[in-house]
């Protein structure tokens, strides 16, 4: 069952939405958009008309009291469920013989954190068992559905396994597919479903989890639980929805965003071929995933909910994940973070490796936040500024500014560079700020060493011109940095000079006022005099 339109007249958030143009051919419709503009009202709409087929509840008091009707007197001769339902009008691809039977809808609200089940009760089909009735309702799932699996793998057993099947076999047969799904998404540890633990007596999930057995479902992380109990849903249900639409509001509550676009995929993996999913989403994984999907297909739909005014007329048609697309779905995602993520301004700095762009982040991270350090190579190719446009182009409002070192170069030089817009450092490169003997001094305070053994390091201090010398050829510089580690007094000064001069080095700078000041006069705003 695939739909390609819906109409929702007067319901909750919508005066008149029509949603059109989804094909046939689409396995997945996505709804994106901020908070409030309807997304889930949509899939309560789903719900509403799937129960209303065979219950009916008074609008005039109880728990839809005031809750599906957006202007009550503009609709009095509706009293019931199923006088609502009757106005939600859904195109499909194939006739519904029993609505009933046409959606599965998750509520955004899925936590179950622990459950242990005594005995494996009869149970109802699944259309028949309303675990919730509205989609701002609790939905806990996971031992609604161990029961199921439980009953279900106890009837096969019974009644139409072959006799010599060994129970390894019918383990597999029985919860392999799950099994093989959970493990796609949690593989660092491994996290597979094992067994339904004691069954009958006492019953629970119980997983492997790395090399740990019997690993109780009450102690997998909030994430963990709440992918699983997605897959596990669809695994149990897809029986008996074969030709159905799967409606999941926020999938990615409680989980990592890097599982996202697993977790979509596995979720497709696991419903049946005839059926369409359908998600809302604040999640950039998901869509991403969707979009990777779509690709050269049209097996997915894109509905943006986001600059409708739904109190008017409102049709809305799939739209294409284009640029624009994904830049309002990052400001609704990031809002005002997305300035921070976006830096304010980008410094080409020396480095091949992007160690200088490191050391510079390290140094001025708390000060300047918003500002990215990219190494660009060598001193003339920072100066070209080739990558410049580019980035100005991508980034909006970004300022890019050229940082390189002083090396050799005499003042007038410098200042002519300074004319130029090209910041120079006033000592020879990095190093003579993080090397100079008043940050050391700081750097060793930090980290605990006595005052004597402070004393006897910068006896040794080996550099007699601290501004102008060489420290990134100069051998003294790891000499110097093996009698820090090794000097009696200090503990853990870092495994190198380089990790040294970043966890340390860094950090003491910022504190040496006089030197600091130095050289933070090249990053700011008003220039380098």
């Given amino acids: 069952m695939r739909i390609t339109r819906v109409h929702l007249r007067n319901y909750k958030r919508f005066t008149d939405l029509r949603i059109t143009d989804i094909p046939q051919s689409a396995r997945l419709v996505v709804l994106v958009g901020p908070n409030g503009s309807g997304k889930s009202s949509v899939f309560d709409a789903f719900l509403l008309k799937s129960h209303s087929s065979r219950n009916n509840w008074a609008l005039s008091d109880g728990i839809f009291g005031g809750y599906l009707l957006k202007v009550e007197n503009e609709t009095a001769n509706l009293s019931n469920t199923r006088q609502v339902a009757n106005t939600i009008d859904i195109d499909t691809d194939t006739e519904v013989q029993d609505w009933s039977k046409a959606f599965t809808v998750r509520s955004p609200y899925r936590h179950e954190a622990d459950f242990s089940n005594t005995n494996l009760g009869p149970v109802k089909p699944a259309n028949e068992s309303l675990r919730f009735q509205r989609i701002i309702d609790q939905d806990q799932a996971v031992s609604d559905n161990f029961n199921r699996l439980g009953r279900s793998a106890l009837h096969r057993a019974l009644k139409s396994e072959p006799a010599g099947k060994s129970l390894g076999h019918f383990r597999k047969d029985t919860l392999g597919e799950i099994t093989l799904a959970l493990a796609k998404l949690f593989d660092d540890p491994l996290l597979s479903l094992q067994d339904l633990g004691a069954g ?27 992918a699983f109990d997605l897959l596990l849903d669809i695994f149990v249900k897809r029986r008996e929805y074969p030709d159905a639409v799967y409606c999941i509001d926020e999938p990615e509550s409680h989980v990592a965003s890097g599982v996202h676009g697993r977790l979509l995929q596995a979720m497709l993996d696991l419903i049946p071929d005839a059926c369409q999913l359908w998600i ?7 869509v991403r995933k969707a979009v990777e999907l779509s690709s050269g297909q049209n097996n997915v739909a894109f509905l943006d909910f986001s600059g409708h005014n739904f109190d008017e007329t409102v049709n809305l048609t799939p739209t294409k994940p284009n640029r624009s697309f994904f830049l309002k779905m990052y400001d609704v995602l990031q809002d005002d973070l997305a300035g921070l993520v976006a830096p304010d301004r980008i410094v080409l700095c020396e480095g091949s490796k992007a160690t200088d762009a490191k050391l510079y982040s390290r140094i001025f991270e708390e000060d300047y936040p918003d500002t990215l350090f990219v190494a660009r190579g060598s001193a003339s190719t920072v100066e070209k500024g080739d990558v410049i446009p580019v980035l100005e182009a991508v980034v909006p409002n970004v300022r890019v500014w050229r940082l390189i070192d002083r090396d050799d170069m005499p003042d007038p030089t410098r200042d002519q560079k300074i004319i130029e817009g090209i910041r120079v450092l ?8 993080l090397w100079d003997k008043a940050v050391v001094h700081k750097a060793l305070q930090n980290i605990g060493a006595t005052d004597s053994a402070i004393e006897s390091i910068l006896e040794e201090y080996p550099f007699p011109s601290p501004k102008q010398d060489d420290m990134k050829t100069d ?38 006022e006089g030197v600091y000041q130095a050289h933070i006069s090249q990053m700011s705003p008003v220039g380098v005099s």
Wanted: glycine share 8%; aromatic share 14%; proline share 1%.
């Fill in 200 to 226: 009958i007596d006492s019953g629970t999930f119980r997983f492997r989890k790395g090399t740990i057995d019997d690993f109780h479902y009450k102690n997998l992380s909030g994430g963990e639980k709440a």
């Fill in 280 to 286: 809302a989403t604040h999640s950039t994984g998901f």
């Fill in 426 to 433: 006033r000592r020879r490169e990095i190093e003579n700020y």
């Fill in 475 to 512: 051998n003294q510089q790891q000499v110097f940095f093996e009698k820090i580690r090794r000097a009696e007094g200090v503990s853990l000064p870092g495994r190198n000079r380089m990790e040294f001069a970043f966890a340390y080095l860094a950090q003491a700078l910022r504190e040496t």
